[in-house]
């Protein structure tokens, strides 16, 4: 089954010995780098400082993901990437309270 979904993304990895240690080492070297480095900002005074900046540097870091985004499959049958309305609404119904442009525009013109 092919929900799109990030779970069945993952299912089909092979997980042994190798591949986890594949993952975590370039982290944990990462880890020990900043580590080394935060411990230099503490001893000369600038150790809040380099938190913060380390704290931009990684939002900013992830702001553009080489990734691409989850998808899944609309009522058309086309393929489309994930937001958070698709998320909470796998059938893509109307949900009460949101307003689609036709009933917009009748609203404004009708006054109902």
């Known amino acids: 089954m092919d929900g799109g979904g990030l779970v069945d993304d993952l299912s089909d990895m092979p997980m042994d010995f190798d591949t ?13 780098v900043w580590l080394l480095l935060f411990a230099g900002a503490v001893y000369v005074g600038f150790g809040a400082v380099f938190t913060v900046l380390s ?38 119904e109307r949900i009460r309270g949101s307003i689609d442009p036709s009933q917009l525009q009748r609203q404004i013109l009708t006054g109902r």
């Not at 080492?25 to 990462?30: A, C, F, H, S, T």
């Open 20 to 32: 986890i240690a594949a993952m975590l080492l370039p982290l944990i070297g990462r880890l020990a």
């Open 55 to 92: 704290i931009l540097f990684a939002i900013f870091r992830n702001l553009n993901s080489s990734t691409p985004p989850p998808t899944a499959t609309d009522a058309a049958g086309r393929r489309r990437p994930l937001s958070a309305y698709s998320v909470f609404n796998p059938n893509q």
